[in-house]
DNA sequence: AACGATATGAAAAAAAACTCCAAAACTGAA
DNA sequence: TTCAGTTTTGGAGTTTTTTTTCATATCGTT
């Protein structure tokens, strides 16, 4: 929570302008080095300009560079402990350490607050779609799974046509929740934009934080992005992303413990169809 | 080492010039406040000057201000972050650490030999089912489309019927995948048996190594069984389904490389539907 | 009191941080 | 394609902060 800077600089650096990117790349690839250097030497070695850096400071939330530099020693000084851990000897391994430091990030990047907003939000919506295409899909169909065990029927849309009917239809009571990881889906957002218009709330999960899905929600709420984008980083993006459902419904039955109630009673249900 | 800066402070301020001394006892009276001010400000503050300021930041061992207030920051970041430790976790926190637990036990529970020879079966496959229900159709869901990116089709039924009729047409070629989390769930069950009475491959995933599912099955693989077994766990069973998952494509491309073009390939399909 | 050594702060100099604005790059529409 | 409007960007200037310099004050010693 208060920890959040490297995790959160890394799910906005994807999407920024490409001056800004720089610096933040600069800045990821040797923070340590970054506390040592002026705003003209880190404006210099990126590349960039010291407005740039200037700018790239006010977008992640610091009042200038001074402030930016004290939060990142701040940062590292904890850091120090994450950094040793993890001898990958196997794929298997390997894939479990970087799931492990994603789920940790994704725990920092969550906004307590955005959850109880959002979980609020889906309790009192008269109905919820949850839209998620291709991987994004999984997690969709994820939340609409919980979301139906604790009683609240929800229903999950795998297709982007049948995706922007029903968010065409959508009300003022409509919630509707768009998950794409990369947050540029082009079907994620025109979802997202054509239920905003309608007048339903709107909720997105992504692993960037800056991308044009989280620009057109009214809540967003940010997974890890992690440090391998490629093959390697889809299933700790993937979890992350699960993670945030999790933490959704936890929230929920919070606000409404009754719907524990509903939970065992779900389960009672299809006891039936066990042995 | 917690405290090395503020205690050796301490340790010196008594025996200080008194300008000095007067910079010393501001900053142990208020060292967050210090992190805020400039060095004119600290010296007002103080009643002293700025080159005393200066003065006292060399004494301490510090190049200047700046590099001073760097290392305050840090100090007062593990303060913070002693405190943190103390305090009761959230919800999130705790989710997070069970997941860690249950990913960790998976990596140790998943026979390297059992993955080799699964992934084996499925590129040489010439159908790949693959059944979940419930929560499982979600993890179903994610390896067909894991399977579909490396160019292997496979498809997940989440319908118990559909799912009966294709495991009847199965053939000697056919591998079908059953997952189910308790390992009891009867429809699974008969999934798994009929579709080896056909003579397909089965291979199931499930929490459970002793239960009906496993017994039916050619090839068993093994996800950690989280100790909380009620909401709780179900988030930790979940993502070690999905570990094991990841584990099988990651074999599958290892043993078959040219998958991994396939996987750009299909990168590039999607791409002209993103911003 | 006179001397030398140390301590101190005012002010100048240097550096760094920050602001503003016009040029460049990019966008989408005609 | 051109063109108007927008966004992005870095140069140049301004302000603030840090650092250095140096003259003066202070103190202990003889």
Known sequence: MTHALIASLRAAAGDMTPALARVAETVLAQPDATLRQ????????????EA????????????????????????????????DIGSPSDDIQRLVETAIISLRETEQ???????ATASRKLLDASVVECF???????????????????????????????????????????VQVVISSSGSTIDAVRVADLARSKGAFVIGISNRSKSPLIAA????????WPETPLTGGAFPSKISQLLIVDALVAEMTRQDPK?????????????????
């Open 38 to 49: 002026s705003i003209t030497e880190l404006a210099e070695v990126s590349g960039s300009s």
């Open 217 to 224: 929600c009214d809540l967003a709420l940010i997974a890890s």
């Open 132 to 174: 998620g295409i291709a991987a994004s899909a999984v997690t969709a169909q994820y939340l609409a799974y919980k979301m139906t065990r604790i009683g609240k029927f929800s229903r999950a849309l795998g297709d982007a046509h049948l995706a922007v009917m029903a968010a065409g239809t959508a009300q003022s009571g409509t």
């Open 259 to 275: 719907r524990l109630v509903e939970l065992s009673r779900t389960a009672e249900v299809v006891s039936d169809r066990s042995f």
């Open 109 to 115: 990047l969550i906004v307590r607050k955005d959850v």
């Open 52 to 83: 740039s850096v200037m700018r790239f400071c006010r977008d992640q939330g610091f009042s200038g560079f001074q402030d930016f530099k004290l939060a990142l020693a701040k940062e590292l000084a904890t850091d120090e402990r994450a950094r």
